[in-house]
Structures are given as structure tokens and as C-alpha cells.
């Protein structure tokens, strides 16, 4: 079995949108220390929560978020949108560069974190540092009608602009999702993919890196535009299970971030994490397990860690 993390009796974590002098700090760091040089935070199974009118949980959906998890594409996000920027020659008036908008690594490991879906991190961002020129609006758009066309336009071209990037060949899945979708298939178990991204950019990326077989086999799949509130709002997950025709608690959610735990998490549903670079020092308490990547982890792995989580009536 692989080597895992149990967290027990968790608290709630509360999701505000960042200041903007908070975006340029690092996330809060709580990690476990090991005495092996093992990359992999190793602790004894324990369930979560026990009273005396309880029971456990039966894993019958394996749902997995899509950037960061089937593909680490952060950083590819951060091209997009910069190349975007570059081409509507994109200027922010609190910028001191004469150079076009440009988001640095250090900026957006923080920021992709803390506002999911591309429209919204825009409309933050320009909220926060003022609205721009561009090619799009010589002078900055004031009325809500042109804000919304300014921020369509840049992430339809950014969309498309992805899309050239995942098609290029040169992307690949994270190592063990391919594995453990078809483990899950073949054990009779329900797979599903929810992700904040937009539809049309998820639908490419899976197309590319599942392979349409195992996309058409989803029995569920859903996208940002799917639901009227991101995560780390629930909806996407409560939606989900919905269609899914399966209870919350018996759905078992990958994710990568504390967004994507917080989304599941308020769904009523139990998440592993598989971190990426920029989400590894995050505070995962809520996660039921945390592993680098998912190369050793199997699904009858995720079935007893499911089953170790108590449900309290």
C-alpha cells in the first residue's frame, strides 16, 4: 500500500478572496516532519470522527479535479494568460513597467490558488490594480458591459491559445491517473471530472491526455461553466453527486489545492490531495491523504481509506 497521510478530526477552513498585499507572500506552510528521506508524509490509518451511532463510508465515485491533477498545468495557465496580455497589449494603470501585464511565476503560484476560474482571476486582478488600456478599449473600460467584454475577450483568445499549447504533443498526464481511472472502471465504480476550468479547454485537455475512450466513459463531467459559483464554492461537487446518483459521502474527490479540498470538503465529500509544485506547502488538514503524485497509489488503496472515514449521525 502506498504511503499515506491521515489527518485526524480536522477543522474548517474558511475561504476568503486575497488582499492584494497577501498575493505576493507565500502560502501558509504546515507540513509533517519525517525522520526518512522519504518524500511521502507516512502516518497509521485512524478514522476521523467515531460516536456512538455511526458508519463507515463506501466508495462508489472517484472524481477528479483536472489542472494540477490529470495534468500539471499551472504553468502553462501563466503562458496563456501572459500571452494574452502581450497580444491586446494589455496595461494595467498601476504598473511602473512599460512592458504589457505579465504575471511572474512567484505571483500566480500564489494567486492560482486562492481564485479559481480564469474570468474571475481577472476581474480581481483589474479590480485590484485598476482597469486596463488594450487594444480591445483604448482608454479603461468603466461599465460593467465593456468590463465583461474586455475580460471574454482576453480569455477566449487565452483559451485558444492553451489549447495550441496541450495540442503541441509535448504535455503529458501526471503519473497514476490513467492507471487509477481504469482501476476504478474495472472495479464497477463510478468515474466522473470536475473542474473549474472552462468547458471547452477541459473537454480539449482530456480528449488529449485520457484519450476519448476513457473521456466518452466519464459518467460525469463538468466544467466552470457548468455551475454559477467556483471553487472553492461546493456547487460543482453537490452537482456532481446529483447526476452521479450517488450519496456525497460515498464519492472520493482528487485534488491538488486547498480550493479544490475546500469545494469538496463542503460538498460533504472526503478528498486526497496530490500536490503540485506550487501547492506543496499548503495547509491540507482537511485532506484525508496526501501523496507527491499518485505513481504507487492503487484504488483499492483509496476504497480502505474511504472506509476508515466514520461517518457521525
Known amino acids: 500500500m502506498a504511503s499515506i497521510t491521515i489527518l485526524v478530526s480536522p477543522p474548517n477552513l474558511q475561504y476568503s478572496l486575497p488582499s492584494r498585499n497577501s498575493l505576493f507572500f507565500s502560502p501558509t506552510i504546515t507540513r509533517l516532519r519525517t525522520s526518512s528521506s522519504s518524500s511521502f508524509y507516512s502516518l497509521t490509518p485512524k478514522s476521523l470522527a467515531v460516536s456512538a451511532s ?21 504553468h502553462l495557465h501563466r503562458q496563456a494568460y501572459n500571452d494574452a496580455f502581450s497580444h491586446f497589449n494589455v496595461r494595467c494603470p498601476s504598473s511602473t513597467s512599460d512592458e504589457p501585464l505579465n504575471w511572474s511565476l512567484e505571483f500566480y503560484d500564489v494567486f492560482q490558488n486562492q481564485v479559481g476560474g480564469g474570468k474571475p482571476k481577472m476581474r480581481w486582478y483589474f479590480k485590484e490594480h485598476g482597469w486596463p488600456t488594450s487594444t480591445i478599449f483604448k482608454n ?26 496541450i495540442k503541441s504533443g509535448t504535455v ?11 482501476e476504478a472502471r474495472a472495479a464497477g465504480k463510478k468515474l466522473a471530472v470536475c473542474s473549474a476550468a472552462t ?15 476513457r473521456f466518452n466513459g466519464l459518467d460525469c463531467f463538468l466544467a466552470g461553466d457548468d455551475v454559477k459559483v467556483k471553487k472553492p464554492d461546493p456547487s460543482i461537487y453537490i452537482t456532481a453527486a446529483e447526476k452521479l446518483g450517488v450519496s456525497e459521502s460515498n464519492c472520493l ?33 482537511e485532506a484525508i491523504a496526501i501523496y507527491p503524485d499518485l505513481s504507487d497509489v492503487r484504488f483499492n488503496d483509496l476504497e480502505s481509506l474511504l472506509q476508515d472515514v466514520v461517518v457521525t449521525k
Do not use: H
Not at 455511526?54 to 499551472?74: H, K, M, N
Not at 468547458?199 to 475512450?213: A, F, P, Q, R, T
Not at 480550493?259 to 460533504?268: C, N, V
Open 199 to 213: 468547458k471547452s479547454s477541459v473537454i480539449m485537455c482530456l480528449e488529449n491526455l485520457i484519450g476519448l475512450d
Open 54 to 74: 455511526s458508519s463507515s463510508r463506501a466508495l462508489e465515485a472517484l472524481i477528479f479535479d483536472c489542472d494540477g491533477v490529470i495534468l500539471e498545468s499551472e
Open 253 to 285: 474527490v482528487v485534488e491538488d489545492s486547498i480550493i479544490g479540498l475546500q469545494a469538496a470538503t463542503g460538498a460533504g465529500m472526503s478528498c486526497v490531495i496530490t500536490y503540485t509544485s506550487s501547492t506543496a506547502d499548503q495547509d491540507f488538514k
Open 172 to 182: 503529458k498526464p501526471r503519473p497514476g491517473v490513467l492507471r487509477l481511472m481504469d
Open 140 to 165: 479603461p473600460p468603466e461599465d460593467d458591459s465593456d468590463r465583461a467584454k474586455l475580460i471574454d475577450t482576453l480569455q477566449d483568445w487565452k483559451t485558444e491559445r492553451y489549447k495550441q499549447i
